[in-house]
């Protein structure tokens, strides 16, 4: 079939505070990783060896996920990083370096690779693209998405011939200025002739740098336009955003955990709700172990985490909760990510437990 490289070494500095001690591939959707999601889609289309390249809080990967056997896949690792004043620090490669790391450690992609970026969810019909792939005889693919013009600035355009062969590239131009409305969805099948052409030993990326030289060597390197989910969580906003799309239904293939006790309200374990006594309007998720108190209203879509506790008289609307999260009574979180640590709004202004000028109160339900 082909072998599989998932990029998880970024630090996911635009979704800080979400980052700041999670991997960006393991910010959950669904109270699972995003990861976990790509792992699953691989294997759903026979992609059974994965190499996932790690930097920053690597452990919280490799912990998770192990050799992959879960999933009924084989699962490997390459950390990026250096030595530096005694300490091992992190230090990722770029989405072109780490490959070619891979590569000149154990010739690791010996036949076709896709390769994903590991914050994103996609239902990409892989096997599609891998057959118009080698239909083609190409040596390398970029699967890409039509986007509104007044949208381009928001991604790296791709130009392409009338039979796909890429000619050139645009980083996020103005609309007036775009040759094209092609998107790059960061998921690419190559060969290993074309990872030959990736430098040994120094930091390099696969859109700025890899995909020129091999449009300057006149290589068959070629598009594909593909209709498909691609939700890219690039920052706090888009996250919120998908976590609203995802619980109101509109992604198909992601579906509610948990008992759908009333309709739109989905529930795990061990909870206490005062039933008689809250207001609960879908679509919404409890968590296990969940304490609702009297006087509580929830405005869906929203989630509420494992082990949380909302106290009573406060308000939820569309919001997201953590796993342990406890809400202070008549409290009222809107439009917001909320964690033990921190809560979010949707434009990423954060404030921090603990912040005695902050007019919320919140904080660790195990404490």
């Known amino acids: 079939m082909a072998k599989g490289m998932i990029l998880a070494a970024g630090q996911g500095t635009r979704v800080r505070p979400l980052t ?40 919280k990967i490799e912990q998770y996920f192990g050799d992959g056997h879960r999933w009924g896949v084989e699962i490997g690792y390459s950390y990026e990083g250096v030595r530096a004043h005694g300490d091992i620090v992190p230090r990722p490669r770029g989405s072109a370096g780490g490959i070619r790391k891979i590569q000149d ?44 013009r007044q949208d381009v600035k928001n991604y790296g355009i791709v130009v392409a ?43 390099y990326d696969i859109g700025s740098q890899l995909f020129p030289a091999l449009v300057a060597e006149g290589l068959p390197f070629y598009a594909q336009s593909r209709f498909f989910n691609w939700i890219d969580i690039g920052r706090v906003s888009d996250y919120w955003s998908v976590l609203q ?38 679509p919404v998720y409890i968590g296990s172990s969940v304490c609702i108190e009297p006087g509580v209203s929830i405005v869906g879509p929203a989630w509420i985490g494992h082990g949380s506790t909302l106290r009573a008289g406060s308000t939820i609307k569309r919001s997201i909760l953590f796993e342990y ?43």
């Not at 889609?41 to 390249?53: D, F, P, Q, S, T």
């Not at 896709?114 to 083609?136: F, Q, T, Y």
């Not at 775009?178 to 060969?191: D, H």
């Open 325 to 367: 999260t406890r809400t202070a009574a008549n409290m009222c979180f809107e439009d917001m990510i909320v964690s033990p640590e921190y809560c979010v709004n949707r434009l990423g202004k954060t404030l921090y437990q603990g912040d005695e000028t902050a007019e919320l109160r919140w904080g660790d339900a195990r404490g």
């Open 20 to 59: 700041n001690d999670l991997p960006k591939a393991m910010v959950p959707i669904l109270g699972k990783p995003v990861m976990e999601y790509l792992i699953e889609h691989l294997a759903k289309y026979g992609v059974r060896e994965i190499m996932v390249n790690v930097a920053f809080h690597n452990d």
């Open 105 to 148: 450690f154990s010739g690791f992609f010996d036949e076709t690779t896709i390769v994903l970026c590991g914050d994103a969810l996609i239902d990409l019909d892989i096997g599609a693209a891998l057959h118009e792939h080698r239909i083609k005889g190409a040596i390398a693919s970029v699967v890409t998405l039509n986007v509104p």
């Open 245 to 282: 799309r995802v619980l109101r239904g509109d992604v198909a293939q992601l579906t509610m955990p948990g008992r759908e006790i009333k309709p739109g309200i989905w529930v795990g374990i061990n909870t206490r709700i005062a039933w008689d006594e809250v207001d609960i309007q879908g």
């Open 161 to 203: 011939g009338k039979d796909g062969k890429v000619e050139s590239f645009q980083e996020k131009p103005e609309p007036a200025d775009a040759r094209s409305t092609l998107a790059s969805t960061g998921i690419y099948i190559f060969e290993p002739a074309a990872l030959e052409r990736i430098p040994a030993g120094v930091e």
